[in-house]
């Protein structure tokens, strides 16, 4: 298990932490973040398997890590955070050219790779380690992950319970769980629940997808 990964606004100093920019803020849209540079979200869609095998195949995604975070125990591990009582939810931190696939595309694949509106549940995983939820480093990605969602809402008949918090320490998640779908592509799961949400954003996104 490798250390803890924390965000660069909580001012702890690590190799290994993950950016939130490269870049100063410029022009930007209305809700502040920048249209360029290289910037990293931290997303909660269920099992990170999913929006993992998504964000590996979008153009300008540079890195896509699976891990923890919001829990309440050091060090987790996959069969602890599974058992739900740790706190914590998976979730992928992606990494991203802004100049290259829009924050805005970012962040529909998410709402569109999962179920935002079912609390705590994902088709059969269910517990709070599978919430929906957008973990933000700093006030810019607070605004602009409230705006995406008020965005999206137009698009689901039910409420999005999708929580948008400070994120926290992030943990890398076990090597078998990195880029899980390409080395088991004919895994069961894989199969029944990845292939068609990776259908999906091929219909909607395609101009932003590798093959």
Request: aromatic fraction near 12%.
């Amino acid at each position: 298990m490798n250390e803890p990964l924390r965000a660069l606004t909580m001012n702890v100093k690590s190799k290994s932490a993950i950016p939130t920019s490269e870049t100063q803020f410029g022009p930007s849209d209305s809700a502040g973040l920048p249209d360029h540079g290289v910037h990293t979200f931290i997303l909660g869609a269920g099992c990170f398997w999913c929006m993992d095998t998504i964000y590996r195949k979008t153009i300008g995604v540079s890195s896509v890590v699976s891990g923890y975070i919001g829990g309440h125990t050091p060090n987790p591990n996959y069969r602890e955070v599974c058992s739900g009582t740790t706190g914590h939810a998976e979730a992928v931190a992606v990494t991203f050219d802004a100049a290259v696939v829009p924050a805005d595309v970012i962040l529909d694949m998410f709402f569109t790779g999962h179920n935002p509106t079912t609390l705590n549940r994902q088709g059969y995983d269910v517990g709070t380690q599978y919430r929906s939820a957008m973990f933000y480093t700093d006030v810019r990605q607070r605004e602009f992950f409230e705006a995406s969602l008020r965005r999206n809402q137009e698009n689901w008949d039910d409420p999005i319970v999708t929580e948008i918090v400070p994120a926290s320490y992030f943990h890398e998640a076990e090597p078998i769980h990195q880029d899980f779908y390409a080395m088991n592509p004919y895994e069961g799961y894989c199969q029944v629940i990845i292939n068609p949400k990776l259908a999906k954003a091929r219909k909607y996104y395609s101009q932003w997808l590798t093959e």
